[in-house]
């Protein structure tokens, strides 16, 4: 089955040079001629060879006929074909954290001044482009890569703004989520919106003045002009020098960028857990078992908090997706120099997860799609599901199993004193929260292998497995 697929570049259906496929398990691009032509030049350059080495650029090599497996239609289409090295599971920038968004601009101005530097450009800015192998941006779109002609400026300025710079401001200088401006265009935060959120004492912020004031200005000066700006920057003499005095100066701007995140719900989760020590250990125990005794190669950790648990199951797995709500929790994931590699942090929100969409809905998949875990962790969760969002327990129980086959989950009762700060000033029409409710619902879907209470009976944490599931096997 050849899929034509958006998830690995921005430009798979809009770029006219290019088209991603995925075929076999294995990750295809097919070039035009001047494309092709492009990326042989670039490999020809020590420049590229170091960022392949280093693991800033994704690997990547030419395809010759005999190598290529596409089918004839497909290779008729192009006139030459790459391999990249696959990813193991795609994120999109509205569901990074700042400081992961932070280091993918790093990356591509970093990307930027060396391509300059040794007579190349990158024609885009885009942190669709970029995707995290393990905790490290990695920069997947390599045909974006071209030869610089002399006297043009950097075309990618604008969209490094509204893509980067841009929502980055919003954190830092706001103190307000990135993810929902970044989820409600897929352009980013365009920016006469950003000159309209960012007052006049906002002018005085480092970058503000420059980046957003001065370019909004320009912008409706010349937005609806006649005038051939490039053609007056390269008569007017713009060098590439130029080019790389904005990027260096961006790099020091984006580096200085902070966000003091506050106003976390379960950033301190580690600290204030109501559970006692010897039941913590129980759960901890519970959650290792299981996950030993299934031998899932991928496992969702949904709620994760500050990743306890996804730690757990990182050491007995290939790879763990953790997903909360909470940006800061997530943020302190992400940040926290013990979170293993194999981790791939995420702010979703499990009531509003991200959709498929962008053109004809599928230059942006959901979560489901880029990833099928073989276990799914959902501690200490359903009662913010039914009781927060509102979301009946049935339906929650049906949207896991068809999710995995798979489940180890927290059943926390009315009883425990966070369920009872949910309730709390709230009319209590959730009559189908309720321990009986749970278990007979999981029995629609799973077999319930084991249980173990804890906290005096008031949790509770399942592992459920479908019938007829099968344990992996040892490698």
Known sequence: MIIPSAAVNTGSFRDRDGRVYHFQGRVFRGLSPSALENYRQ???????TKL????????????????????????????????????PVISYPYEWTFSMLKAAALLQLHLVERAVSNGFTLKDATPYNIQFVGREPVFIDIPSFEPLDEGEPWSGYRQFCEMFLFPLFIQAYKDCNFQPFMRASIDGVNVQAAASLFGFRDRFRKGVMSHVWLQSKLDRRYGGSSENVRSSLKTAGFNRELILVNVRKLQKLVRKLEWAATGSEWGDYT????????DHVRKEGFIRESIIEQ?????????????????????????VVSTDIDHVAVERIFLNPETPENILPLVQNVADPSPNWGWRNRERSDLQTRSSPDLVLCLALIHHVVITANIPLAEFIDWLAGLTDKLVIEYVS??????????????DKYSDYSRESLETNLK????????????????????????????????
């Open 414 to 427: 009315r009883r425990d004193d966070k369920v009872q700060t949910l309730l709390r000033n709230k009319e």
């Open 52 to 87: 392949a080495e280093s693991g800033k650029v994704i690997g990547t090599r030419e395809l010759s006929g005999e190598q290529n497996p596409l089918p004839e239609d497909v290779k008729a289409t192009w006139t030459g074909f790459l391999e990249h090295d696959p990813v």
């Open 271 to 278: 600290e204030f857990h109501n559970y006692s020590d010897e």
């Open 444 to 475: 629609r879907h799973f077999e319930i292998r084991n249980r173990r209470d804890v906290n005096n009976g008031d949790r509770s944490l399942y592992l459920c497995v479908k019938p007829g599931g099968q344990v992996r096997s040892a490698p």
């Open 42 to 48: 670039l490999t020809q350059k020590p420049f590229y």
């Open 295 to 319: 031998k899932p190669e991928m496992v969702w950790d949904i709620g994760c908090n500050t990743g306890q648990f996804s730690r757990i199951a990182a050491a007995e797995c290939e790879r």
